[in-house]
């Protein structure tokens, strides 16, 4: 259909040069020709269809925006895919590039914060996430806990853009149905030349969140080098009179260079002093991958020569040694007794008279009663005689000490 006088052009006889050649060439087709009506009416039908908006529904009737989004990590790059689909099957194309590392998990948190940026720039009121990450999707609605640092600050920022919609949904969906925008995350992520025409291309250079990286000061441990550096760089010393002096008289013996306290010594250089978490980690020496289990004067000695120095470095050693498992179940079998012996001494003392060895003869000294003493152990007998029937206290001091 056409509104060009070409059937008669083509089909005078007087036609001649090129039309005529060309009327020739178009002769073995069947072509019709018909005259194109007037197209007023239909343009102006197009321009209704086209431009009119649908009628707005009330707040809470609001039409739900379907957000796909996905994050892709990889040797090449890191980026995102984004696709929005309206109430009316329309749809949009959002792609992410990153030039800055990042993992899988925060371009997740990338796609649905941009997805979200641009929803609140489109006007939407009323949007549906959806994600094929359940660890975005569980800590976004509150199952997963977010430890990591970055992991809390991208949820702060989710949670944020969440209040500026009437209804948010955040939805976990099959990998298999969020292909397309995980397709879109790869190619972003690899080469965004690659991407297709209607798909837009964001470059981040830096994180949409500003994440700061709190890192514990250890050097605020309390220790031993506290009063020794703030004596050397500060000149302050403790109240008291006695332990001030003890204070200035220890410090003579160290010194402050790069605001790192050192031990001097005679013959040995300058030893880097330590706190007490850090001389745990130099103590491996005694079974590290260079040690052989040594003894504490040895790990002690052998610590000092690397360049390292603490009061209690013996002590130290010495209690490693001790709760050392390989050296115990290692070492050399101990017979020595783990407390000290007590020596256990018995005496029996027997008196004894008529009744037990008879009738003694009357002799000078007129000594009718023995007193006997054994040796528990050995059976060693001592005796001594009495001339009283009844044995006093003294008596039996006296045997003992003289005879035994």
């Not at 090129?18 to 009506?37: C, G, H, M, Q, V």
């Not at 975005?136 to 977010?146: C, L, R, W």
């Amino acid at each position: 259909m056409t509104n060009q006088p070409i059937k008669q052009i083509l089909h005078r006889p007087e036609t001649s040069g090129r039309l005529l050649k060309w009327a020739i060439e178009l002769s073995e087709f069947d072509i019709e020709f018909r005259p194109r009506t007037a197209i007023k009416a239909q343009a102006l039908a197009d321009f209704i269809v086209e431009l009119t908006t649908p009628p707005e529904l009330p707040p809470g009737e609001q039409a739900d925006w379907k957000i796909f989004v996905d994050g892709s990590s990889n040797d090449e790059g890191s980026g995102a895919g984004i696709i929005m689909i309206g109430p009316n099957e329309e749809e949009l194309e959002y792609s992410l590039h990153f030039e800055f590392p990042a993992t899988n998990n925060e371009a997740e948190y990338e796609a649905v914060i941009t997805g979200l940026g641009l929803a609140a720039r489109l006007g939407v009121t009323s949007v549906e996430v959806c994600s094929d990450s359940q660890l975005i999707i569980g800590q976004v609605t509150g199952e997963f806990e977010a430890k990591d640092g970055k992991m809390a600050a991208y949820l702060m920022e989710v949670k944020n853009l969440q209040r500026g919609f009437t209804k948010f949904k955040i939805t976990k969906i099959p990998r298999k149905d969020n292909e397309r925008a995980d397709a879109l995350a790869k190619l972003a992520s690899a080469n965004p030349r690659r991407l297709p025409r209607t798909a837009s291309v964001q470059v981040l250079r830096q994180p949409s969140i500003q994440h700061v990286i709190n890192v514990m000061n250890v050097e605020n441990e309390e220790s031993w080098i506290d009063p020794l550096s703030e004596y050397l760089t500060k000149n302050k010393s403790p109240e008291d009179a006695l332990t001030a002096r003890r204070l200035k008289v220890w410090a003579a013996s160290f010194a402050i260079i790069d605001w790192q306290l050192y031990k001097r010594g005679f013959t040995m250089p300058y030893l880097k002093c330590l706190r007490p978490t850090e001389a745990q980690e130099v103590l491996v020496v005694h079974a590290g991958i260079c040690g052989n289990h040594q003894g504490a004067t040895t790990v002690a000695f052998k610590t000092l020569r690397q360049g390292y120095y603490w009061p209690n470095i013996k002590e130290d050693a010495r209690e490693l040694v001790r709760k050392c498992d390989a050296c115990q179940r290692h070492g050399n079998l101990i017979h020595i007794p783990a407390e000290r012996q007590t020596a256990v001494f018995g005496v029996s003392l027997l008196p004894m008279g008529d009744g037990h060895l008879g009738t003694f003869a009357h002799v000078k000294r007129t000594e009718e009663v023995l007193v006997v003493a054994v040796d528990y152990f050995t059976k060693w007998v001592e005796a001594e005689p009495s001339a009283n029937k009844q044995i006093a206290t003294y008596e039996i001091f006296y045997l003992i000490k003289n005879n035994i």
